[in-house]
């Protein structure tokens, strides 16, 4: 059984920094793309980034492009999210995903933790 755990959200203010990570277990973790999408109240869940099995392949939504940043150690089967500069509209909850091909469409990734509150400050 697949197991996703997310943490390291909270409440940081505008301008500062979070790191999030996601224990992944009961999968071939390089096997798998991993994800991180988030969803703030009121809205739909969105893509945020994506990193290949190998770490060689990485995508980022245009919202997040140059502040934050997604690697992974396969070794340990965990991934993090590190968040720089972060905006009071980065306030959502994440939530880290495992897919077995490459999207950045939610439905694609059959795989999901219980979600981290991050909450930005202005």
């Known amino acids: 059984q697949v197991q996703l755990v997310e943490s390291g959200g909270g409440l940081a203010q505008a301008g500062g920094s979070l790191r999030l990570s996601c224990a992944a277990s009961?999968?071939?973790?390089?096997?798998?793309?991993m994800g991180w999408f988030r969803q703030a109240p009121g809205k739909e869940r969105e893509f945020v980034a994506r990193?290949?099995?190998?770490?060689?392949?990485?995508t980022y939504a245009d919202s997040v492009k140059g502040r934050f940043s997604i690697s992974r150690d396969n070794a340990k089967n965990t991934v993090w999210l590190q968040m720089n500069s972060l905006k009071p509209e980065d306030t959502a909850v994440y939530y880290c995903?495992?897919?077995?091909?490459?999207?950045?469409?939610?439905?694609?990734?059959?795989?999901w933790g219980q979600g981290t509150q991050v909450t930005v400050s202005s």
């Open positions: 990193i290949s099995g190998s770490g060689g392949f990485i």
């Open positions: 995903a495992a897919a077995n091909l490459i999207s950045t469409a939610p439905q694609a990734f059959g795989s």
């Open positions: 009961g999968l071939t973790f390089s096997g798998y793309v």
